[in-house]
T-cell receptor, first 118, second 112 residues
Framework: GAGVSQSPRYKVAKRGQDVALRCDPISGHVSLFWYQQALGQGPEFLTYFQNEAQLDKSGLPSDRFFAERPEGSVSTLKIQRTQKEDSAVYLC????????????????FGAGSRLTVL | QKEVEQNSGPLSVPEGAIASLNCTYSDRGSQSFFWYRQYSGKSPELIMFIYSNGDKEDGRFTAQLNKASQYVSLLIRDSQPSDSATYLCAMSFGGGYNKLIFGAGTRLAVHP
């Protein structure tokens, strides 16, 4: 597609519910990142995929968070038993590059999924 | 201590003035630095990146990097009200897939 598409844009969940957030990256982009952005803060890294391989999940805050990208394109971030502190905007970003030596990995972000846990 | 520090602002400048946004970082292994603009309720969009010491200019924007002092700045010339947004500084490390580490952002307000 023309850009990174995320759905749903808004999600309200009751504490304890499971949620699934979807990201459709730009076609052909190798790298896919998930970030969590709390109100008034910068995005915090959650996890990284290179094609279908999850190479880094060091930012996932607990084992309630799970991400997958089974066919190397669409990715899903799942949060089980949601808690109030999970309320944030979840941003997906993709990049055409996989590994890069220069460090200049240009990410394109989606519009985000705003999760509110009551 | 956060790895990327920014003054949260708001930084208020009059229309037509130069806005100067600053960012310091703590990891000397950082290699590339990015400035993203984020309008309220929208996703971050890349303004420019820099990885060599010195200045890099793109239109009204100039990024400045000083690795010895561990700071990077963004200058916006001829500021416009449409520049009012939060500016996020981010860094990445050389090699690998280069995940970005973001600062908390500086809110810029350009008033007519």
């Amino acid at each position: 597609g023309a850009g990174v598409s995320q759905s749903p844009r808004y999600k309200v969940a009751k504490r304890g519910q499971d949620v699934a957030l979807r990201c459709d990256p730009i076609s052909g982009h190798v790298s896919l990142f998930w970030y969590q952005q709390a109100l008034g803060q910068g995005p915090e890294f959650l996890t990284y995929f290179q094609n279908e391989a999850q190479l880094d999940k060091s930012g996932l805050p607990s084992d309630r968070f799970f991400a997958e990208r089974p066919e190397g394109s669409v990715s899903t971030l799942k949060i089980q038993r949601t808690q109030k502190e999970d309320s944030a905007v979840y941003l997906c970003a993709s990049s055409i590059q996989g590994l890069t030596l220069s460090g200049a990995n240009v990410l394109t972000f989606g519009a985000g999924s705003r999760l509110t846990v009551l | 201590q956060k790895e990327v520090e920014q003054n949260s602002g708001p930084l208020s400048v009059p229309e037509g003035a130069i806005a100067s946004l600053n960012c310091t970082y703590s990891d000397r292994g950082s290699q590339s630095f990015f400035w993203y603009r984020q309008y309220s309720g929208k996703s971050p969009e890349l303004i420019m990146f820099i990885y060599s010491n010195g200045d890099k200019e793109d239109g009204r924007f100039t990024a400045q990097l000083n690795k010895a002092s561990q700071y990077v700045s963004l200058l916006i010339r001829d500021s416009q009200p449409s520049d009012s947004a939060t500016y996020l500084c981010a860094m990445s490390f050389g090699g690998g897939y280069n995940k970005l580490i973001f600062g908390a952002g500086t809110r810029l307000a350009v008033h007519p």
